[in-house]
């Protein structure tokens, strides 16, 4: 019986599936190129995401938060996403320097969107923070709202971009 017991333990073991742990967020180097346009990050201000893919051994680098979530509401991609990290601007050193090593994952934080800000390349960014009070208290000088990843809507990241609107820069 006790061997039963234990081929029965050993066969239920085997079956379980085991969870991937995810990667960690890699640092941001000089040479990180954004995915969709190829040009190097860090001539670009406002706050950058990474994505990694299954079997991939190095993450997409998004020059713009917005971009990266473009990206996650595509239909199209190459790999399961196994994590998605975006810059920590509660922690940024400020906007032209968002900083290399201050990743959060994109699913714990607070972006604020629809605010007067433009991003890296340009178009309205989506802003991530860790701490919903820097959230809120951006939203006091920039304006947007504050949502989660899950709420941020495709009208926010997807389509046409009006550069033509005048969108301010951080300091």
Same mark, same amino acid.
């Given at each position: 019986m006790k061997r039963l017991c234990l081929i029965t333990l050993i066969a239920l073991s085997a079956c379980k599936e085991e969870v991937a742990k @995810?990667?960690? %967020?890699? =640092?941001?180097? %000089? =040479? &990180?190129?954004?995915?969709?346009?190829? +040009? /190097?990050?860090?001539?670009?201000?406002?706050?950058?995401?990474q994505i990694h893919l299954e079997g991939y051994p190095a993450p997409?680098?998004? &020059?713009?938060?917005?971009? +990266? !979530? &473009?990206?996650?509401?595509?239909p199209e991609r190459d790999a399961e996403i196994t994590a998605v990290? !975006?810059?920590?601007m509660s922690v940024a050193p400020n906007w032209r320097q968002p900083g290399?090593? /201050?990743w959060i994952d994109a699913d714990s934080a607070t972006f604020v969107v629809g605010s /007067? !800000? @433009?991003?890296? +390349?340009? &178009?309205?960014? !989506?802003? %991530?923070f860790s701490s919903p009070d820097d959230a809120n208290a951006f939203i006091d000088?920039?304006?947007?709202?504050?949502?989660?990843?899950? =709420?941020? %809507? =495709?009208?926010?990241?997807l389509g046409p971009v009006d550069l033509d609107l005048p969108l301010e820069t951080p300091a």
């Open positions: @995810a990667p960690d %967020p890699v =640092d941001l180097t %000089p =040479d &990180a190129l954004s995915f969709f346009c190829q +040009m /190097n990050i860090a001539e670009h201000g406002g706050p950058k995401g997409l680098f998004f &020059a713009q938060v917005r971009d +990266m !979530v &473009a990206y996650l509401k595509s990290y !975006v810059s920590d290399i090593s /201050n /007067n !800000v @433009a991003g890296g +390349m340009g &178009a309205r960014e !989506v802003v %991530p000088q920039y304006g947007g709202s504050a949502l989660p990843l899950s =709420d941020i %809507p =495709d009208s926010e990241v």
